[in-house]
């Protein structure tokens, strides 16, 4: 009830806003800043920081929360100077154009000073501070890519590649590894949809992401025992607590496949609800709708996609601490494509020579698709525990429905999922950050979830189950001035139920099995001077079998090969060591990292003898274990050349090697690298930080592929070059719009990526040029 | 916030944990999938005699486990024509066994069955002989054998494909689509 109610009168306001928004704002009004102070390292909330108006000559102080308000300003742009204990002070330049925006400003320690960064302008994800190879997405770096799915918004990140299914499925792999073994962190909350399936995509709605973590190598200590490879923390913006309405539309166009999206948000600092109080709360909903994707040559028929997502967030603080509710959906509809769908070995073979069918373009949607639904709920509070410190609590309950539809086989039915899937999972977890023992900061937390996993299609893919899990998990940093170390473990338990499944061919049985294990991991940072720092970790982690890898069995439409699962498969571990150097100085923001990753019990897929049926021969695989070795060297930095010239580059190598048999492993990321060249132009009266960017994208052909599969042939290296035009804001008629053109693959180039998994048939997507179109409501409002 | 506002947030919450509560995974599923279990052909002398017939079962289906031998020796004679029909059958569930020819026929323009001979000489399958959809083109269900009055007596093979056109148009049918639903290699001899 209460929620239906909130959500009415949100929705009241919202339509409001959306009338009123319509009028233009008068140009020389005056506005407000929101922002928040936070320590540049940790994110974490600095209160009571001085914040000093320059112009105005005026001191307001931040809340507990870090958050600073100051009203009525006139001028269009100013200066902040922002000063806390045992910071360093730090010069801002805020204009008009961040009204209604949180303006995020991070300190950093006095000893480890490094220069401003203006807002707005590509933040440095060099923080000197911690061992593990991290990167960070900024709002500044999302709103460029808003649109897209998230693993094509993570493209860019070194170390970070993408499975691909055309642009409608992106899979993200953090150091060649993927599915199970990365954990997407969504608010807080683990993302728990079929997350084992190559072509099972993060159900994210890209919309909703204010800033992305990516930590490279294992996260097990507080992610859970299958953060093997790595996590994603996506975290969306916090319930609002400034008062008043704000907002954003935001429109995107894409040229390729002819997608148009758009997402349209209110919120509200301080509602004062009856019962509840005052409250902040927040609704957005948004679409993406596409139809066929373009290579250079040809159309990619059926490989459209319609999104529709909704979200929903209510928050309230009290002198006890913050409690925030939030709901949000994501439903997607994707056709996959039809070459690529085929039946048998021979199909296959005949696909491949054949090439692609010419087809006009089209939105329709056709067998073979898929249809997702990802509702989710979450509730977290923060409660103030005196001296012990700050108590974390969050509950989330999602379903995750996935149904998925063949155009095969099955004549008459073809309305009917092939498969269909849905899993109901609870989780709850709680996080003591205890008050600083000496130097000693720490976290330590239980973390539960229970799992059901209910089979509704036509078929059998994996059996249902029933999991629970249960963790304890330590996590200490102490900072010795010479160094930070940091530390931590976790001791994991999973409980995990199979039922029964007989069929003529499918024979599952009722069986129960534990598995339960310690990871634990150590890192040390090290400053080198005022401009350096050099990190390492270690790490011991383990991941359970998934039910997939254990119990699969059948053919996987798409690439026609048959999957076979063994029950007996035991647990993998792996065994971690990564070193990263890091510059931080006035003209050069740099990181290098080399790392190893040894996994004994490694599951991958083994080639056994063709399976024969009446539907003719498939090339058979088994889940089998072997010791695998990942290497590889990342780089990534900015260096401002010139005044408004940046140069930004990244790139990876790494080796993925079966270490019983010394062949490659299959599916490793080829070797790739990027240069951008950005300049910044300068204002105008109607524009403000204009820029244009010049990106180059450089692949190595992947000629390290294990033999004896044609799924493994090499893939040819490329080069791409992407062109674009932006600025932070323009001024049309008064009203604050943000506009940015892109075209990604400015030559039309014809390539293959080595993880593109319609590599066999066709080429991947040709030149895209994309609009993007932001309105930001609430300025002056 | 009071304690009753946080009662009321929280039986919301447990409201909506309340519809998750059907993730009993207990209960049976079903397997539906619909398959090709049993291919079936039928060949009759043009001239009258005896019919031939032959089965292959894979009583999996698309599972792991190899079709059964076939049930019968195709055995030709020289000389002979042959009236054929095939027959695709889905025994999973034997007191619901359903007729895939039915089906087949009703969607004639995305079907086609290729009879490839091998090993014989002088044993043809006339693209001629066969039945044809609405646009002309061949399908397949009903077909002849022509055995040649002078073929060579010797033993070798006739491939079934069933071919299923549904992204590429079946145009006159000549070239096998790239989903197969049926493959089976039939032995076969000329006396």
Known sequence: MMLTRLTFRLLQAFVITLLVSAVPVAAQQPWSLTGRVVDGTTGAPIPAARVHWVEGDRDVLANDDGRFLVVDIHHHRVTLLVEALGYAAQTWEVSADMAGILVEIPLTDEALRLEGIEVGVRQSAVDLRVPQSTSRLTPADIVRERGQTLGETLRGVEGVSIIQYGPSIAKPVVRGLHSQRIVVMNDGVRQEGQQWGSEHAPEIDVFDVNEIQIIRGPGSVLYGSDALGGVLRIEPAEAPSESGFAGETVFNAFSNNRQYSGSAMLEHGSLDLPLLGMVGGRVRASARKSGDAKTADYNLTNTGFNEFNLGMTVGATRDWGDLEVDYSRFDTQIGLFKGAHVGNFDDLLRAMEQGPTLTDFAYTIENPRQEVTHDAVRVNSHIHAGGAGTLETTYAFQLNRRREFDSHGPLAAQARPAFGLDLHTHTVESRLQHQPIGALEGTMGLSVMRQGNISKGKAFLIPQYRLYTGALFLSEEADLGWATLSGGARYELRWQRVYEFTDASIDVPDETKTYDDVAAAFGISVPLGDFWSIGATTGRAWRAPNVNERYSQ?????????????????????????????????????????????????????????????????????????????????VSGEVNLLAGLELTFSGALLRGTDDVTDTPLYDMPADRGTVGLRFNLPDASWVSRPFVNVGLTAVRQQDRVPEGTIYALPTDGYQLVDLEFGAQSFDINGRRVDIGLEMKNLFDTAYRDYLSRYKLFVDDPGRDIVLRVRVPLGAGF | MTASSIVRALSAIILVAAFSACDDPTDPVANEQELITDVTITLTPVGGGAAIVSTIADPDGAGPNPPNAQTAAIALEPGVTYDGEIEFLDRQNPSAVEDITAEVAEEADEHRVFYTVNGLTGVTVPDASMDTDSNGAPVGLIFQVVVDAGAASGSGSIRVVLSHYDDAPKGNGSVPSDETDVDVTFTASVN
């Open chain 1, 554 to 634: 059948g053919v996987h439409h798409g690439t026609a090969q048959y999957e076979l699962g063994d029950p007996t498969l035991a647990k993998e571990r792996t065994w971690n060591v990564d070193a990263t150097l890091r510059h931080s100085g006035d003209r050069v923001n740099a990181q290098l990292a080399a790392y190893r990753n040894a996994i004994s019990g490694f599951i991958y897929l083994e080639p056994r003898a063709p399976v024969l049926s009446i539907r003719g021969a498939y090339p058979a695989f088994e889940y089998a274990q072997t010791d695998a070795v990942v290497t590889g060297l990342e």
